[in-house]
């Protein structure tokens, strides 16, 4: 079974290259929230799309870790900076991002399950750029190390990361990548890595992430 990372590369439209610093100097404050839309620039002239997964504080929101380098600014569907990369787990082994949000965007802080446990046949949702809300259950709650494939337009062109996760059945698309995954009570406790299939979907749960990065 074939395990692949659901960010999605597109290519930026010339209007679009020309128009977003004028978008970014004019807009209002964005707001933040789980579930938005957010890209990351891959090359010159493209760009990898995931989904805001959970706004932390007012200074920090999550997504998956393959969508982007530390480092890297991250930008809205519009083309406005919302904030910058500034940790990344995944060569830890952990698909999980830090986004360092910046001081012009309005924050909707999400409830993080930093400790909720995550078990079999337990009811979970996420609200994705690609598939929207869907509502699943968790199949196999044991982090484990699963390896998932993807693609770049930059080299080394295939990816592969093998990193830790718990398995769920939900629906899930590239772009879906970064989704907050919740629990009954709407508490996000994990992110969005990868999927095999249409309902076939691997969370990285955010009890693995250390403190100092919460």
């Known amino acids: 079974m074939r395990i692949k990372l659901m960010a999605a590369a597109f290519v930026l439209s010339a209007a679009g290259l020309v128009a977003a610093p004028v978008a970014s100097a004019q807009a209002a404050a964005p707001t933040v929230r789980s579930g938005m839309e957010i890209n990351v620039d891959e090359t010159i002239i ?3 799309s995931c989904t805001l997964g959970a706004v932390v504080s007012p200074t920090k929101a999550l997504t998956a870790g393959h969508c982007g380098h530390v ?4 930008y809205d569907e519009h083309g406005v900076t919302i904030g910058r990369i500034t940790a990344n787990r995944i060569t830890k082994g952990l698909d999980i991002a830090v986004i360092r949000l910046g001081r012009n965007t309005r924050a909707q802080i ?6 909720a446990p995550i078990t079999k046949g337990e009811r979970v949702t ?3 750029v690609t598939t929207r809300f869907s509502a699943g259950t968790i199949t196999d709650p044991k982090p484990k190390m699963r390896t998932a494939y993807g693609y770049s337009f930059a080299p080394p062109f295939l990816l592969q990361n093998t990193t830790i996760s718990v398995r769920a059945l939900l629906r899930s698309a590239e772009g879906d990548s970064g989704s907050g995954i919740r629990d009954a009570q709407g508490n996000v406790i994990g992110i969005l890595s990868a999927g095999s299939s249409d309902t076939d979907t691997l969370i990285a749960p955010v009890s693995l992430l250390p403190a100092n990065l919460r």
């Not at 480092?71 to 991250?74: D, S």
């Not at 999400?110 to 400790?115: E, L």
Request: aromatic share 6%; glycine share 18%; proline share 0%.
């Open 46 to 48: 493209t760009a990898t």
């Open 110 to 115: 999400d409830s993080i399950g930093w400790s």
């Open 71 to 74: 480092g890297q600014e991250v």
């Open 126 to 128: 996420k609200n994705g």
